[in-house]
């Protein structure tokens, strides 16, 4: 199936232009495409893996994926799905958000070898001069046409208005498709759907400009079951930054995923065979919870790693307990199966004289120092007034709460201090 085709059929593909050409081109493995990564922020985040996924896709087809960082594009300021200007960047602020988005491309992509490009417009954008750049590429735009792209029109009709150094906006972006064109042979171009017009801009530029035929391919804007735009939550963005959303938090956010979502999601950020995809469309209660696990896991191996992965499966198994995931549920997915007490036995234990916990027990300040959870009795009553320690998953509200025989299942306890930290405390002899 050509690399088109199989987008297409995972959900990928919102429009496309000249597309039987644009499939014989992909036809032949070796082609290069690219994406543009203005870099507006340090981190990217969810709502960007549909492109970042699309351009893995591509190289997983045997194509030479171009990241495109927008070193020079991103000093003025992409005015598409915005109703305000963007907040000018400085120069060293846009390297600060540069160094962060190479390394968190270079997590899904393969680099080496010349198998993936990372490139930076700023290399030829900077250095363009005003009036022969007039001349030369401004001549092939009507304001006319350009005032009726989406992007654009929305603006003009808002009460801030379009400034001119966003109106260049779509003017360089064609002219990075051309450079591309000329110096990578790189006839195709991805984004998001609100980019449909820079991207036809391009398409028209390098027809004009360079003689040959290029190619555009946009992507739907992903919206949950319950109308919400993907990567929003109500604590803000899930980025693709550890340091911003954990593993173990990134792992939640996936299997918190709105039952109507699972299979379309599994299509869109895992590279589960269609098929097994497609087999989760029946499924419900247990079953359907086991495939937002098998989500959780792939999405978070892909971003973090499999190590990172394994440890949200594990901590997420600790709080909520052990999934039992049946061999035939998706099974080219890499995720622990079955109920062999790994996951809980991954996490710290300590044993403690069950006399301890009998009669009155032992407070709860003293039970996550003595676990070292807290450094001290006092920076344990801290933790715990703010909320941030844990008692079998339910969260400590007293710090002289009581910890009795009564609290230990099975023989223990699970202790959690913040986000990452656990503990089992066993009743001892």
Same mark, same amino acid.
């Given at each position: ?166 109106? &260049?906006?779509?003017?360089?972006? +064609?002219?990075?498709?051309?450079? %591309? $064109?000329?110096?990578? /042979?790189?006839? *195709? ?100 919870? &086991?495939?937002?696990?098998?989500? +959780?896991?792939?999405?978070?191996? %892909? $971003?973090?790693?499999? /190590?990172?992965? *394994? ?119």
């Amino acid at each position: 199936m050509n690399v088109i085709e199989s987008l297409r059929d995972r959900g990928f593909v919102d429009n496309t232009t000249h597309e039987e050409e644009l499939v014989e081109y992909l036809s032949a493995p070796g082609k290069r495409c690219y994406i543009g990564f203005d870099p507006t922020g340090s981190s990217l985040h969810v709502g960007h893996l549909v492109t970042v996924m699309a351009l893995c896709h591509m190289q997983r087809a045997g194509h030479c994926p171009i990241a495109l960082v927008g070193g020079g594009t991103g000093m003025i300021g992409d005015p598409s799905g915005k109703t305000e200007m963007r907040q000018l960047l400085t120069p060293e602020i846009i390297d600060e958000n540069k160094a962060g988005l190479r390394a968190q491309l270079s997590r899904f992509l393969d680099f080496s070898d010349g198998k993936a490009l990372l490139l930076d417009n700023a290399d030829w954008l900077t250095g363009l001069e005003y009036i022969p750049f007039l001349r030369e590429v401004g001549r092939h735009f009507s304001v006319n046409r350009m005032i009726k792209a989406e992007s654009y029109r929305a603006r003009i009709d808002s009460d801030e208005g379009l400034s001119f150094i966003e109106f &260049n906006y779509m003017l360089l972006q +064609a002219y990075d498709f051309y450079e %591309l $064109c000329r110096t990578h /042979e790189c006839y *195709l171009q991805m984004g998001g759907s609100d980019q449909w017009g820079n991207i036809v801009a391009g398409v028209d530029l390098v027809r004009r400009k360079y003689g040959k035929t290029a190619f555009g391919v946009t992507f739907p804007l992903i919206m949950t079951a319950a109308g919400i735009k993907m990567g929003k939550t109500h604590k803000g963005a899930v980025w693709l930054d550890p340091e911003r959303t954990s593993a173990y938090d990134y792992y939640q956010f996936w299997v918190n995923t709105d039952d109507a979502d699972v299979e379309r999601f599994l299509a869109l950020f895992t590279f589960l065979p269609m098929d097994e995809v497609r087999a989760v469309a029946g499924l419900s209660g247990a079953d359907l919870n &086991n495939a937002k696990a098998v989500l +959780a896991f792939e999405a978070t191996a %892909l $971003c973090h790693g499999r /190590e990172a992965a *394994l440890e949200a499966y594990k901590s997420a198994a600790a709080m909520f307990g052990v999934k039992q995931i049946a061999d035939s549920l998706l099974p080219s997915s890499g995720i622990p199966r079955g109920d062999d007490g790994s996951a809980l036995d991954a996490v710290p234990c300590l044993a403690v004289d069950a006399g301890e916990f009998q009669g009155e027990g032992m407070p709860a300040f003293k039970l996550f120092a003595l676990a070292g959870l807290a450094q001290s009795g006092g920076a344990a009553r801290k933790l715990i007034q703010q909320g941030g320690a844990y008692l079998n998953g339910e969260r400590l509200d007293a710090w002289d709460r009581a910890v009795t025989e009564a609290d230990f299942e099975g023989g223990e306890v699970l202790l959690r201090a913040g986000k990452k930290r656990y503990l089992r405390v066993a009743l001892g002899a």
